[in-house]
DNA sequence: TTAATTAGAGACAACAAGAGTCTTTGATAT
DNA sequence: ATATCAAAGACTCTTGTTGTCTCTAATTAA
């Protein structure tokens, strides 16, 4: 179990929006050309992020993306909600008995997970990555 | 994102052995039966369970499985761990610039998330079952 | 208003992983 | 010996992910 690669995409797109000044934008070669992927498939997954409010959209000559909302409000389940949609961890399709039991101890422990990740705010990672290339400097 | 329908009949499988007797041992066949798969089928999903060393497996006539470790001692962890490997949620293959720095992140962020599941114990889950089930006889 | 540039949408193919079956082998109690 | 059980592995089928290609719509600049 694991992520899909579309997620990771996602979580370092919003890294590299992040660290733009908030006026400017950014077109879509630019951002597949610093992760290695082609525009198209990126294009996809910033469509996806633009329908969930995290980033915003401008189309035509001098458009392209920049981030949406206020950066210490966004987290990684908010990046991965958008990616993946709000799936649960623990499909329990199988009922017998206690069925309805077990799946409410796995929703629970679910539901603390995504707290985790919910604290967990890409704005960080931003603020680790710009200190670490100050201390580069120095 | 979640986990595969093997895992949660493992966890199911679990429970099941949890309320059996300490000494007495189950077939592939009646396990099954109760959550209605092919024995074929659960039995691979038992092999792995067994190679974890959650459960024991005794082979020929009147053989069948049991719990190998000590009840409260299993956690849903364990059992997600002897089904899907050791896996990480997050692979971050996406290597630029900062790259190693996203990665801790998110293996932080993992990091949190298998606690939570490693304090969920599937012996829980079966006292609430068997509280339950009291009542009803009440 | 026209041309260039950008995102968006959707069809499509290739690949990988998950889900499940079948068959054979090997161990054990009676 | 024989019936009964688990173990192992080859195999198929389905589903989902990954990625490409093409066409459309919007916006700016000239």
Redesign the interface.
């Known amino acids: ?5 579309a ?3 996602a ?2 797109t919003m ?1 590299h929006l992040m660290r733009l000044p908030q006026t400017s934008t950014i077109g879509v070669q630019e951002l597949a050309e ?3 992927l082609s525009p198209t498939y990126l294009s996809k997954i910033l469509t996806k992020l633009t329908k969930a409010g995290l980033i915003e959209s401008m189309t035509g000559v001098k458009g392209g993306y920049k981030i949406a909302r206020l950066k210490s409000r966004i987290s ?1 389940l908010d990046v ?1 909600n958008a990616i ?1 949609g709000d ?8 009922h ?3 069925g309805c ?2 799946e409410n ?2 929703r ?2 679910e539901e ?2 995504k707290v ?2 919910d604290n ?1 705010l890409i704005s ?2 931003v603020a ?2 710009e200190t ?2 100050h201390r580069k400097r120095i």
């Open positions: 179990m694991k992520y899909s690669n997620t990771n995409y979580l370092h890294v610093m992760q290695k990684f991965i993946e799936t649960h961890l623990f499909d329990c399709s199988i017998h008995g206690e039991l077990i101890a796995m629970q422990a603390n997970m985790e990740l967990t960080d990672i680790m990555a670490a290339q």
